[in-house]
């Protein structure tokens, strides 16, 4: 059984806060209830609408939207709702009763995109398939991923990356993306229409591949420095090499030496031109904004 657990998000209206999941609980759909009567299909939301001070319920994917009447303060109560909710869902009670049918279909599509690396192809999805990002560099890492089992049944593919909505494959050099890439685009969105879990890993640092951890390790356990290093990499890096299918993950800071040591994943590890690339167009970015803190950074292939 998935064990879940929740990360409570502010949002833009002070009276909603989102509660993550992660694991997805609904598949492919999106629910509104604004009272009791409305949930009717919903036991979660019901059960929701049980505390006085909720005035509507949001499902979707893998997160639950609350908004509050003001009679509280989200302050007040959101540890109590978090925790409420990790304990419906680890009961394995139903979030959506839907009627069941073996031929039932997720609607999504899936298009390929070309990577600045020549070996690997990115599979963009239209709907979001995994919480967090996973790379699998062969058929043992993969175990907790069945769409990565997959697609290593091909004999061409030497690794897998996933991310929010998107599947870079690599592949060996002995195929070609012209013979392959309609085979690997039909499996991916197949598996995702069939309503499959993509990533059925519990979504925590020890179950997690070795690059991962360095991302979900305790931010209190890191220095100021570092902290701003990670920072700079979410805002600035990362939405530029993910729109490449690719990856960057801080690693560590090395204050004696004042060396940056980040890990390239997806299209972006391997890539003949992206180590030098990435290692120096974010080696001026983190000198320009934080001075004489920082010497050099190491660019280290996933």
């Given at each position: 059984?998935k064990?879940y ?17 992660n694991h997805?609980?609904?598949t ?20 929701l609408?049980?505390l ?7 499902i ?28 419906y ?17 997720v ?10 690396n020549?070996?690997t ?6 709907r ?15 175990k ?6 997959a697609?290593f ?25 012209d013979?392959?890439t309609?085979?690997?685009?039909e ?5 995702i ?24 390790q305790?931010k ?12 700079i990499?979410?805002?600035y890096?990362k939405?530029?090499v ?12 090395e ?5 940056v040591?980040v890990?390239?994943?997806?299209a972006c ?5 992206s180590?030098?690339?990435?290692k ?12 004489d ?10």
């Open positions: 059984m064990e657990s929740i990360t409570v998000v502010e949002t833009n209206n002070p009276a909603i806060l989102k509660f993550d999941t997805f609980i609904t492919g759909k999106n629910y509104e209830f604004n009272n009791i009567d409305e949930a009717k299909n919903s036991p979660l939301a019901q059960q609408f049980h006085p001070f909720i005035k509507t319920v949001y979707s994917g893998n997160f639950i939207g609350l908004e509050r009447y003001d009679i509280v303060e989200w302050n007040d109560v959101k540890d109590e709702v978090a925790q409420q909710l990790v304990e869902l680890n009961a394995g009670e139903p979030v959506i009763l839907e009627a069941e049918s073996s031929d039932k279909k609607a999504v599509t899936v298009y390929a995109e070309v990577t600045p020549p070996s192809m990115k599979f963009v999805a239209s979001k398939i995994v919480p967090a990002s996973f790379e699998f560099k062969n058929i043992d890492e993969a907790a991923s069945d769409l990565a089992k697609l049944q091909f004999p061409f593919v030497k690794q897998v990356f996933l991310d929010e909505n998107y599947v870079s494959v690599t592949k060996f050099d002995v195929a070609e993306w013979d392959i309609m085979a690997l685009r499996l991916i969105r197949d598996f229409a069939d309503g499959k879990d993509v990533v059925s890993i519990d979504i925590n640092p020890q179950n997690m591949p070795e690059a991962a951890q360095v991302k979900n305790s209190p356990t890191l220095d100021d420095t570092s902290l701003e290093i990670i920072d990499l979410e805002e890096v939405p530029a993910a729109s490449d299918g690719g990856n960057i993950l801080f690693q560590s800071y204050k004696e030496s004042k060396r040591n890990i390239l994943q997806g590890s391997g890539c003949p031109s180590t030098f690339t990435l120096n167009g974010i080696e001026t970015m983190l000198k320009n904004m934080m001075g803190r920082i010497n050099e950074v190491v660019a280290i292939n996933g």
